[in-house]
């Protein structure tokens, strides 16, 4: 149940001195911060006094030239910021609900369910609220995750790492990614009697007499390959696979994360490229690549969906996860949490 007299109500709190504290730490002077308040410097002054006597603590260090958070300030300011972005959220969801619609979500993912699992989500729900405003963005994890911390985007479908353990975050894994091996049509390894690039012998070839028989490493090591950047998890991944095998990674290689420089390039090449499995069997379903019968011992962590534990979800927001778990149901056979 509700408290009656929380201590906000009982010391009476005001809006404005919340707004006074994140203009203090934007601006980090009171006469400005003031100013940006429309407010006289000594009402500003009064208000932050009133602020730290009524919370027993010194809120901000005053210096010859400007103001500095102290401990408890980097605290209240923080609170600060997700009380006052609470607040703009719930008048954005008023508008939208005055205005017949449901409102917006910001969608982010990975490419990997950006191209699988999303497309789906977004369809299905246009399909049922057709005035609901959909913001998608497509990007790396580490990127979509600061963009989330930065209010731009409500939910993320990507991995955690370690560097974000300490985040406010909910995750709610789906699935890993398997890799792929990815080639032009009509490369010369999908042919019935290819012959080995490395490590085999034409008895090896001869062997693998029927059409698209399984290679190994050994047949490739020597290709051209177009992998992801080093320092990379793919990137690591991929070496680590051939080290396994006691070979030593392929040294002809083109490094790029960019799929449409991908694609191109294998096009009017023999090279070979690594994409995680459901970008490959999408371009392949389009006839643009052709998956290599080759095991690929390098699968990436999970991925899942993502959003942070100190903001409440809109309702539009509630919904895109809904449909979100829904549609990987059916896809990878996993469901989250009603």
Known sequence: MLDSSPWYVRTRLKTRQLLLVVALAEEGNIHRAAAALNMTQPAASKLLRELEEMLGAVLFERLPRGMRPTLYGDALIRHARAVLGSLDQAQEELLALKAGRLGHVAVGAITSPGVRVLPAAVAAVKRAHANMRVSVEIDASNALLEHLAQDKLDVVLGRLSA??????????????????????????????????????TPDDAQARTTAHAPLALAD??????????????????????????????????????????????????????????????????????????????????????ITRADRLLSPAAQI???????????????????
């Open 220 to 305: 490739v090591a020597r290709a051209a390959w177009v992998v992801p950047p080093v320092g990379s998890v793919l990137r690591h991944r991929f070496e680590l696979m051939f080290q396994r095998a006691s070979l030593a990674p392929p040294s002809n290689v083109v490094e790029t994360p960019a799929l449409l420089f991908i694609t191109r390039v294998l096009e009017q090449s023999d090279m070979i490229a690594v994409l995680t499995e459901d970008v490959a069997r999408y371009y392949a379903a389009h006839g643009m690549v052709a998956v290599l019968p080759l095991p690929m011992d390098c699968q990436m962590d999970d991925f899942g969906i």
């Open 320 to 338: 895109m996860i809904d449909v979100l778990r829904e549609v990987s149901a059916e896809i990878y056979g996993v469901r989250g949490p009603a």
């Open 163 to 200: 560097e974000h353990d300490k985040l406010q975050l909910r995750y709610e894994p789906l699935t890993g990614e398997p890799v792929c091996a990815v080639v032009r049509p009509g490369h010369p390894l999908l042919e019935p009697a290819h012959s080995p690039l490395s490590g085999g």
